[in-house]
């Protein structure tokens, strides 16, 4: 079994970051246990430290430090081999690495970036040093600007280089192949005989990835941001000088463009900002001022005064021409700064790649924990197995539309956003979001409106609806939305960032109503704690439940834990353990454990049960020394939502657990509520559990 993989290339900008992140996550998705490690770094006047290292260490919040991520710098090893001393140098980066060793059970390696000319080089030290670390390498090959042939010749012979040096590939990634080149690399394989032994995955070019945003650009040029900090995530596309006529200059710009002039030119800068407010004009990324010179008296105030103007305008001391050089020689990254890039290079790789194949050729032991991490990235990988549909009623908030575009990017799900249709697409264009498979609906233009009211009517009638006041209902978005899940237009709904729990929950117990055999809706929260997630049940529905409802309501969590990945053990929880104490409260836990133990004989499943005697062993070994679910439960029910709501909130904030939830359950299709003050991560979450849900009630 291999406790390493090497990831190399043998050529500059060949898109290894974005094939290493893909790596990480998919080795996440199967254990906590997981380090990374950079033989050699590359380091310079524009970036003091690895991107690489700080996008994997934020990214995945790894348990290491930065300075536990590297061995030498390119300088460094260069000037060691130089002085004849290449056996220190390897011998200082086997040390380093062994300290991850011993403290991961698997580490993930990447190679040198292969710049400045250093090629020979570097190919020669990262052959060494796989060698030296007895790790299987994947290798990443270059297709940009390439030919089909020229793409696999240069793959072929990349494969004898390494194979020369007596290293071991596994499999290779041709990356950056022109999309209307795929179907042609994929067919010409067979005719390389050495193509034909080693797994290979074909990964089209795309654009964004090569492209800076305005936070890169800033940091490249050393600018100064004069408006717009907020929108230094945009992308740019090429970029154009404005040095001509205005009319002249401006039908040379389109989407995306970054438009460099000098900063005395008012005249560019008036026609680009008018053309922002134009339908019929392209929409620039952002503006460079060159010269040291900047907006000053009239100017100064009107760009002021522009409160929603939605693009970075950055300064620069150098003329026109050298700012323009240093813009071609600019090198785009996928950074924590660009957290479309990093979510749209994952979503590539989970969809080229044929990740069970790769897994199955490292050989990762799989843990048998569920930790944070393995439980949020397995969230994603089954929400996109078998894609959903989700409807989004807060298409408006801006929260929803960048959870969205992350959502859609990595393929998790399809999504529809309810709303004003031109103030959504004013808030992604402002925003710099890309949501073109998006489907955006406003309820009363809908083509579904008139049959989702008659619907409506006819649920309704009997508790006194009219049809005047049904039209009204139904052009609220969590009703339209909720009816969408009814009539089978989508598979769930998530909804709640900006509405209370009420409006969210509200119309789902009035039209989809509970599942046969269900008397109540429930909830739970998946708490996150540092080293496992368990299961909180109910926390925020049902005040102040029955026993035959708390019976349903562990049931329910069980199936729920199960659906997740979670082997449930559920502890039925009290003031009180087994049988030592009584009072009203404890008879009603105890009862709810009997007639759950006669519903579900096959569940681990007991109570009453303080909650120390349901988490810490040798409690339980004092209290209930005979039980297969004291010290070890992953699934806890508490007796009322005023236990239930305050615990799940203590563990939260005092243990810094991520609480993602309230997940309901009980529904005839699958509706969940998010909290006002939820995070665009929270929202992905809940999408995909969501996802995962109307899965479960299709079977599949």
């Not at 596309?237 to 401006?250: H, P």
């Not at 019976?551 to 834990?561: G, H, K």
Request: aromatic content about 6%.
């Amino acid at each position: 079994m291999s406790k390493n993989l090497y990831i190399t290339t043998t050529e500059a900008k060949s898109g290894k970051s974005a094939i290493m992140l893909g790596v990480m996550e998919m080795l996440l998705h199967d254990s906590d246990s997981i380090g990374f490690f950079r033989p050699i770094i590359h380091v310079d006047e524009h970036r003091k430290h690895d991107n690489d290292i700080q996008l994997v260490l934020d990214h995945f919040h790894l348990k290491m430090q930065y300075e536990e991520a590297f061995a030498y710098t390119v300088a460094e090893a260069q000037e060691l081999i130089t002085s004849g001393k290449q056996e220190e140098l390897l011998e200082g980066i086997l040390n380093k690495y062994k300290d991850l060793e011993n403290k991961f059970d698997f580490v993930l390696c990447e190679g040198s970036d292969f710049l400045r000319g250093t090629s020979a080089f570097e190919f020669d030290i990262n052959a060494e040093i796989a060698n030296n670390l007895a790790a299987p390498v994947l290798l990443v090959s270059n297709a940009t600007h390439k030919s089909t042939d020229e793409i696999l010749s240069s793959t072929e012979m990349a494969i004898e280089s390494f194979e020369e040096k007596g290293c071991k590939i596994i499999a290779i990634t041709i990356n950056c192949v022109q999309p209307d080149l795929i179907e042609s690399v994929r067919e010409s394989i067979p005719k390389y005989d050495l193509l034909q032994k080693i797994p290979i995955y074909t990964i089209p070019d795309e654009e964004t990835l090569g492209q800076p945003n305005m936070q890169e650009i800033k940091e490249w040029l050393n600018a100064e941001v004069l408006y717009g900090e907020k929108h230094l995530f945009k992308h740019t596309g090429k970029f154009s000088i404005g040095a001509m006529r205005t009319e002249n200059f401006l039908s040379r710009i389109g989407d995306d463009t970054l438009v460099i002039t000098p900063g005395d030119r008012s005249d560019i800068l008036l026609g680009c900002l008018a053309s922002l407010m134009s339908d019929t004009m392209p929409k620039i990324a952002g503006i460079i001022l060159t010269g040291g010179l900047k907006p000053s008296g009239i100017f100064e105030e009107m760009l002021k005064g522009l409160k929603d103007l939605p693009i970075s305008i950055l300064s620069v001391n150098e003329s026109t021409y050298e700012t323009a050089m240093k813009m071609d020689s600019i090198h785009p990254t996928i950074s924590k700064n660009t957290p479309g890039k990093i979510y749209l290079a994952l979503g590539m790789f989970d969809k080229h790649v044929d990740t069970k194949q790769l897994k199955e050729l490292i050989s990762l032991s799989k843990s048998t924990r569920i930790t944070p991490k393995m439980f949020e990235f397995g969230l994603l990988q089954k929400a996109k197995s078998q894609k959903q549909h989700i409807v989004l009623p807060e298409g408006e908030e801006e929260r929803i539309l960048r959870a969205a575009e992350i959502l859609l990017r990595r393929e998790i799900v399809n999504i529809t956003l309810l709303g004003n249709r031109e103030r959504i697409l004013k808030k992604i264009q402002t925003l710099g979001l890309k949501l073109d498979t998006a489907n955006i609906l406003d309820p009363i233009n809908s083509e579904y409106f008139d049959s989702y009211v008659d619907t409506y009517f006819e649920l309704r009638k009997s508790k006194g609806a009219t049809i005047e006041n049904v039209r009204d209902t139904m052009a609220d978005v969590n009703h339209f939305g909720t009816m969408m899940i009814f009539k089978g237009h989508a598979d769930g709904m998530v909804s709640g960032s900006i509405h209370t729990t009420a409006q969210t929950i509200r119309p789902a117990f009035q039209i989809v109503k509970t599942k046969p055999g269900s008397s109540i809706v429930s909830s739970v929260f998946f708490m996150c704690l540092e080293d496992r997630t368990i299961v909180y049940g109910d926390c925020a529905v049902n005040p102040n439940p029955t026993a035959e409802q708390l019976s349903e309501i562990a049931i329910a969590s069980a199936d729920t834990a199960k659906a997740f990945g979670i082997e449930p053990r559920v502890a039925m929880l009290s003031y009180s353990t087994g049988s030592s104490g009584s009072g009203e409260e404890v008879e009603k836990v105890r009862l709810a454990t009997k007639i759950a133990q006669e519903k579900r004989p096959d569940l681990s499943l007991e109570g009453p049960m303080q909650y120390d005697a349901a988490v810490d062993m040798s409690v339980a070994k004092t209290k209930m020394p005979d039980s297969k679910v004291a010290g070890q439960a992953t699934v806890f029910i508490f007796p009322d939502l005023n236990t239930g709501n305050n615990t799940y909130k203590a563990v939260q904030r005092s243990a810094h657990a991520i609480a993602i939830g309230p997940v309901l359950q009980g529904l005839n299709k699958p509706v969940n509520d998010l909290s006002r003050g939820c995070l665009v991560a929270d929202i992905v979450n809940t999408v995909a559990i969501t996802a995962i849900q109307a899965q479960a009630e299709k079977g599949v």
